[in-house]
Every structure is written in structure tokens, then in C-alpha cells.
């Protein structure tokens, strides 16, 4: 009993061809504008840039912060900082005053 192939319809090829296009075209999409695309790893640089150099402001006032509070431990105080912290806190302080920071 010979067996008969039954070829594939023009119809089913072109409609199984369109739907791979398709989803190539998907994933070229999404390669160049997604979320973790091409065009947005740019964005990602320079918002890495800005958090970068935020980052080393706030570790430069975190440094300041750590120094005017070691000059406040009680077992070597800093006469200038304690007479700045006295005369504004009894209102004696002049806004003329010049204030040098210590650094």
C-alpha cells in the first residue's frame, strides 16, 4: 500500500514565515528601544555619571559631618567651636561675624 505525502499548503509557509518575521521584528524592537536596549544604555551611563558624582558629594559631606563632631567629644573640645556654639546659642553673635570653617 504506497503512502502518499501530503505537501504543506503555500498558505501555511508564508503565514509560519510572517509569524517568525514578526517576532524577529519583535526582538530587534526591544533590542534597540527596550527598557535594557541599545538607545536606553545610554541613558543608564549618564544616569550612572550623576548618581556617581552625587554619591561623592554626599561621602564629602558625610566626611565634613564625621569632623565637626570629633572636635565636639568632650575630652579634646575645640575652644573656637565652643565659643561659636556658646555665642549662638545665647543670641550673642554678631551677623557680621566672619566664620572661618575648619577643615
Known sequence: MPTR???????????I?????AFQGYLAHHALI???GVESQKEL???KAL????SQLLDAR??????????LVADRLDPDMLSE???GLLG???PNDILIPVE
Open 5 to 15: 505525502l501530503k505537501k504543506p499548503s503555500i498558505a501555511n509557509k508564508l503565514l
Open 17 to 21: 514565515t510572517a509569524a517568525l518575521l
Open 34 to 36: 527596550g527598557q535594557y
Open 45 to 47: 551611563v549618564e544616569r
Open 51 to 54: 548618581l556617581t558624582t552625587q
Open 62 to 71: 558625610i566626611e565634613t559631618a564625621k569632623n565637626r563632631n570629633s572636635l
Open 85 to 87: 556654639r556658646a555665642r
Open 92 to 94: 550673642w553673635s554678631n
